[in-house]
T-cell receptor, first 111, second 114 residues
């Protein structure tokens, strides 16, 4: 089992709809969870992080965490074409010094 | 103003050559990293340094040698380049604090080995 798993996509969502991105992880001891966005040809940038079970909202983005199911998701409301990118789920393991990234989900918002 | 910078941005070279990539961060972070991102976009950690000390060394060929002259710099030297080394290499830094493990990435170096 991979340490951090994501569907590679592409996930195609119409503009204005909700995009739902999912991630599962294997280390039950993980305490924090990150979502990075990476535009084509650019470097990853952090858009959301979550530490506690439940939902965390930031503008159009909502991160959802379920530690019992080892599942973290990212919802993007009112999707815009500028949201088209690869979204990487990231989980620190053992210490803050090692973050394991998922393989990323490519999201495409169609006008 | 650039927080994490890398040079060069592009590197095209022949198989068998030796090349270096440089990284600098001005965020005052203690921990720096090298990642390799292959053509399938999978971002995999190679090395991590904390205050000039190697703390993570994933299964990477000996041809790759990181060097950290001070905590603001982490360079990557690659000997005897192979076709499979072609990828984008990202440098990153973080505070190394479990309470704040966010990593900041450089712009990447696209290495093409011919």
């Amino acid at each position: 089992q991979k340490e951090v798993e994501q569907n590679s996509g592409p996930l195609s969502v119409p503009e204005g709809a909700i995009a739902s991105l999912n991630c599962t992880y294997s280390d039950r001891g993980s305490q924090s969870f990150f979502w990075y966005r990476q535009y084509s040809g650019k470097s990853p940038e952090l858009i959301m992080f979550i530490y506690s079970n439940g939902d965390k909202e930031d503008g159009r983005f909502t991160a959802q965490l379920n530690k019992a199911s080892q599942y973290v998701s990212l919802l993007i409301r009112d999707s815009q074409p500028s949201d088209s990118a690869t979204y990487l789920c990231a989980v620190p393991y053992s210490s803050a010094s090692k973050i394991i990234f998922g393989s990323g989900t490519r999201l495409s918002i169609r006008p | 103003d650039t927080a994490v910078s890398q040079t060069p941005k592009y590197l095209v070279t022949q198989m068998g050559n030796d090349k270096s990539i440089k990284c600098e961060q001005n965020l005052g972070h203690d921990t720096m990293y090298w990642y390799k991102q292959d053509s399938k976009k999978f971002l995999k950690i190679m090395f991590s340094y904390n205050n000039k000390e190697l703390i993570i060394n994933e299964t990477v060929p000996n041809r790759f040698s990181p060097k950290s002259p001070d905590k603001a710099h982490l360079n990557l030297h690659i000997n005897s380049l192979e076709l499979g080394d072609s990828a984008v290499y990202f440098c990153a830094s973080s505070q190394g604090d479990p309470a704040n493990p966010e990593q900041f990435f450089g712009p990447g170096t696209r290495l093409t080995v011919l």
